[in-house]
């Protein structure tokens, strides 16, 4: 299991959620994942960590592990990751302007020998913490 970090545009109002919707090839574009209903289904659980002024930051489990998921799913109900070229629209106004904030930061697994289960933390990238000190 990989837990995730995103910084999203808007304030999430809900303190966490699941998002459920298929994905599958966008038909109009096919660099890109969609909502489509012949897509494999996919679930994104989310937990609001941190609230600023125009941003929400979120940790993300996925059930499912589909091609783009958090960016397709946060995006779908509104609120993209920050500094996504890809499915934040064409007029982004981005914080950032080095690529995407979002990033993975904690993994949890069973050992397949001694069945213990493991986890392995990293902190953020130094680039995100900065980009969020300049938001608190």
């Known amino acids: 299991e990989i837990e995730y970090v995103a910084l999203v545009r808007g304030i999430i109002k809900e ?3 699941t998002i459920e919707m298929p994905i599958g090839r966008d038909k109009k574009d096919r660099q890109k994942m969609a ?8 679930v994104t659980h989310f937990q609001v960590l941190e609230r600023f002024k125009d941003h929400t ?12 998921q958090i ?5 779908a109900i509104g609120h993209p990751v920050e ?10 106004d981005k914080i950032y302007k080095d690529g995407q904030l979002l990033t993975a930061y ?3 697994l069973i050992h397949p020998t001694t069945k213990k289960e493991m986890v392995f933390e990293i902190p953020l990238p130094e680039y995100f ?8």
């Open 71 to 75: 960016r397709v799913h946060m995006s």
């Open 15 to 17: 303190n966490s959620g």
């Open 35 to 42: 909502e489509v209903k012949e897509g494999k289904p996919a």
């Open 57 to 68: 930051l979120v940790k993300c489990q996925l059930v499912s592990g589909r091609t783009h």
């Open 106 to 108: 904690k993994l949890k």
């Open 129 to 136: 913490e900065k980009v969020l000190e300049s938001l608190r």
């Open 83 to 92: 500094g996504d070229p890809l499915y934040a629209g064409r007029n982004f």
